[in-house]
């Protein structure tokens, strides 16, 4: 579940902070005038919302983790320890013909 949680919250803050980048860098407000101050104020924007965005991915991350691995051990517990789903479904389709 850490590493999942670790890639969620990696690949959500590098993308949270690639768009805020963007945005930041096309802004029209008329306060900063020069390419590198727009340019200095866009990665600041980018790392700041890219750290927000990256835990939020972590904790997204961990809760999904944790409901894919309760309801995998709810159904092996229910259709048997060694019963995967694709064989029960061939199963049951073989049985309905």
Do not use: K
Not at 9 to 22: F, I, K, L
Not at 79 to 92: E, K, L, S, T
């Amino acid at each position: 579940m850490l590493r999942n949680a670790l890639t969620r919250g990696a690949a959500w803050g590098v993308a949270g902070g690639v768009m805020v980048a963007a945005l930041a860098l096309l802004d029209p407000r008329p306060g900063i005038e020069s390419l590198p101050e727009r340019v200095g104020m866009a990665l600041f924007a980018a790392g700041s919302w890219g750290v927000r965005f990256g835990l939020i991915g972590a904790v997204i991350g961990t809760a999904f983790a944790a409901v894919i691995r309760f309801g995998y051990q709810v159904f092996s517990r229910v259709w048997g320890p060694c019963a995967g789903p694709a064989r029960r479904v061939h199963y049951w389709l073989r049985q309905s013909r």
